[in-house]
């Protein structure tokens, strides 16, 4: 057989999940709606919203046949599987886990809001326990997991090949392109001798593809040649970055590098799109040195909207995790900074770097 049929593909959820019915007590019936309910569960372990009634009508069984056999999949591992929400995910969890514990199974039945939103005191009130105790179960709640078939998804690292390397060789640069992947094409001597010998007719079928060969050659060291320019051109407009890092980066628009190369903004877009290069300050798409301004209080030079958010991240990091910095917290740290932006740029720029809120980030306990 060939290599990748000796190869052992990892188990998915759903073949997990029908391992278990085949070794489980279910009859006949019940087998037929598990496996049904089995292809109606997602790839985070919860049962698709309307799979009761689905597999009822196709089966011509009755909901509550379905959802028997439900239940029955909810005891199966992973713990939480084929739950209908988050509340019956964790608490099917914490009843396996945790059995006896009541204060778990009440937060997790009626106040995972309050969870959310941190409001502890609240559901200390109003389950009439302290602080502490409701802080003990939150920490428990925690370690439950939201999405149960969240171990069984395809993890498929994806590795970057830089298409350029830009090193630095005393004060200046060197741009070197990655050909590794690129074919080495020539054309084939057969076919030049073959010109001299053949008929009016095949003459002109080999001219014709000698000629689509050459456009084809000419046409990829055109390409390597147009990535060359414009990285050319983006060291040049952003030389501080190479020397000195993110906070250096300079405003730049396709315009700008497009006038410099003598192109049109589109091939610039095309030719940046999914290319990655190495340089002395990590591996970035090329599309990363392309950033809107964002106009300093002092009238001095206009700074990168993606310095702007390596600074807000650098706040975020270094703060205390027990007070942790608001959005407009951060506004007047940007402002000391001469840069004035409003606390809902900031609040974009925070949700792109893919960070919470500071009532989400902070630390009760």
């Known amino acids: 057989p060939p290599f990748e049929a000796t190869m052992s593909q990892p188990e998915s959820l759903h073949d997990h999940l029908r391992w278990q019915v085949q070794m489980g007590e279910f009859d006949a019936v019940q087998t037929a709606i598990a496996v049904m309910l089995i292809e109606e569960i997602t ?3 919860y049962l698709a919203e309307d799979a009761v009634a689905t597999v009822a009508e196709e089966l011509g069984q009755s909901a509550d046949a379905i959802d028997t056999v439900a239940s029955a999949l909810r005891e199966l591992d992973p713990p939480g599987v084929a739950s209908r929400d988050l509340r019956e995910c964790l608490l099917t969890q914490a009843e396996r886990a945790h059995a006896d514990n009541p204060l778990l199974h009440a937060i997790i039945s009626n106040h995972l809001k309050s969870v959310e939103r941190r409001n502890y005191a609240a559901i200390a009130k109003e389950l009439k326990v302290s602080l502490q105790e409701v802080g003990d179960a939150v920490k428990l709640i925690a370690h439950l997991e939201p999405r149960p078939g969240r171990q069984f998804a395809v993890k498929e690292p994806q590795y970057i090949t830089p298409d350029i390397y830009v090193t630095k060789l005393g004060n200046d640069y060197q741009i070197v392109l990655n050909e590794d992947g690129l074919p080495k094409l020539k054309i084939s001597n057969y076919y030049r001798d073959a010109l001299q010998s053949s008929g009016s007719q095949a003459k002109s079928f080999i001219q014709e593809k000698l000629r689509s060969a050459v456009w084809l050659i000419r046409s990829i060291h055109m390409r390597q040649r147009t990535i060359y320019r ?8 952003q030389r501080d970055f190479f020397d000195k890092g993110v906070q250096h980066l300079r405003p730049l628009i396709l315009k700008d590098v497009a006038e410099d190369v003598g192109m049109h903004e589109s091939t610039i877009s095309r030719v940046t799109s999914n290319k990655y290069v190495h340089t002395p300050q990590g591996i970035y798409e090329l599309k990363f040195f392309f950033n809107s301004s ?7 030079e206009s700074i990168a909207s993606e310095s702007v958010r390596d600074f807000i991240k650098q706040l975020i990091d270094g703060e205390n995790p027990k007070a942790p910095v608001s959005d407009q917290q951060i506004v007047e740290l940007l402002k000391k900074r001469d840069i004035d932006i409003a606390r809902r740029t900031v609040a974009k720029y925070r949700e792109m770097l ?5 009532s989400k980030r902070k630390q009760v306990f």
């Open 43 to 45: 790839d985070d372990g």
């Open 354 to 358: 893919r960070i919470p809120s500071s």
């Open 230 to 237: 414009v990285m050319e051109s983006i060291l040049k407009f």
């Open 294 to 300: 964002i106009a300093r209080v002092d009238g001095r």
